[in-house]
């Protein structure tokens, strides 16, 4: 799945079916999930949305499927996720980084670069709802709560937040980052929050108490996503050094690393059943991944490797599905050369 430009966003619908991506190219496309088949482009082909929509910094399927949601640099419209038509033209502010609708699809909330501010707005009216949420530096990121009641922003300030959704008041504020955040994801729950950061790391905290449960350390450059697996049990996470790490979300271990994409990773998600992973990446391309949980390949080749016999991962990658896999054993996550050392 390509575009002309880094894709900065991919998102599945709720059912799995399709997948839907951001481009700087100033597009957003549909895609089967499935097969990767290109379904429709936004804005549609023959300029039904009139104007520049610019870099579009991300996209969003409402709960039904029938309605995406995209941020770009000159604003917010909503589309109609069958035919890629245009619907409402939401906003029309610079620098909106991010958008999402509420659970029941209607409401957005919105992040700002230009004004610091996360602002919810009705789906449907196009009204505000409340008084823009603000901020001391760029809101780069903002979600709500699987229960709608909450949102959580991403701020330049290294702090995390949490507003009620419905009198914007804030609730809670989570700090402990040393570098300005890109994202900030609610677990299916709504009990955790996990954070990515520039400081090369995600956190996940108990969206209650504010404590940290796990600090998410093994990339090397920024974190640009993080993310829940649908059961809770994981996060992944985008990261600029071009891989894409999946975690135990209660301990903080690294659980496999995933290569392939030949530049930063800036968006990665689980479908809604688990099974499949989506993956954004400055390369100009989006790529879909089988789950590594089934049938646990890195723990195949971790034992293969303790028992000194050498295998080929780029074989042991085709079998589950994987554009190229990297067990991650300890601390040390091996390759070729390592499989072929063990070996001698």
């Not at 937040?161 to 729950?189: I, Y």
């Not at 071009?242 to 689980?270: C, K, P, Q």
Request: hydrophobic fraction near 40%.
């Amino acid at each position: 799945m390509e575009h002309d430009d880094s894709i900065n966003k991919v998102a599945f619908s709720s059912d799995g079916a399709r997948i839907v991506t951001a481009s700087r190219a100033k597009t957003a496309r549909i895609w089967n999930a499935r097969t990767g088949a290109l379904l429709a482009t936004i804005p549609a082909s023959k300029g039904a949305f009139k104007g520049d929509l610019g870099a579009m910094t991300t996209a969003a399927f409402d709960q039904q499927g029938e309605r995406i949601v995209t941020a770009s640099d000159y604003g917010v419209v909503i589309w109609n996720a069958r035919t890629g038509e245009p619907l409402i033209t939401l906003i029309n502010e610079r620098w909106v980084l991010s958008a999402a609708f509420s659970p029941d699809g209607e409401r957005i909330v919105t992040a700002s670069e230009d004004d610091n501010t996360a602002r919810i707005w009705d789906a449907k009216t196009r009204e505000q709802l409340l008084q823009p949420l603000q901020h001391p530096d760029h809101v780069n990121f903002a979600s709500f709560s699987p229960d709608g009641g909450r949102i959580v922003t991403a701020c330049s300030d290294k702090i995390a937040r949490v507003w009620d959704a419905r009198t914007g008041q804030l609730l809670k504020e989570l700090s402990g980052h040393d570098g300005r955040l890109r994202g900030a994801a609610f677990s299916r729950d709504g009990g955790r929050i996990v954070t990515a950061s520039e400081d090369g790391t995600a956190r996940v905290w108990d969206a209650e108490t504010r404590k940290v449960i796990a600090v998410l350390k093994g990339h090397h450059k920024t974190v640009w996503s993080a993310a829940f697996s649908p059961d809770g049990a994981r996060v992944i996470t985008g990261s600029d050094d071009m891989t894409v790490g999946i975690w135990n979300a209660a301990t903080g271990e690294l659980l496999a690393a995933l290569r392939g994409h030949d530049s930063g990773v800036y968006d990665a998600v689980f479908s809604p059943d688990g099974a499949k992973i989506g993956t954004a990446s400055g390369d100009h391309t989006a790529r879909i991944w089988n789950d590594v949980k089934r049938g646990d390949p890195f723990a195949e080749a971790c034992a293969r490797l303790r028992n000194k016999t050498e295998t080929d991962l780029d074989d042991l990658a085709k079998r589950y599905g994987l554009t190229r896999l990297e067990p991650v054993c300890g601390s040390h996550a091996p390759d070729k050369a390592d499989f072929n050392n063990m070996a001698d």
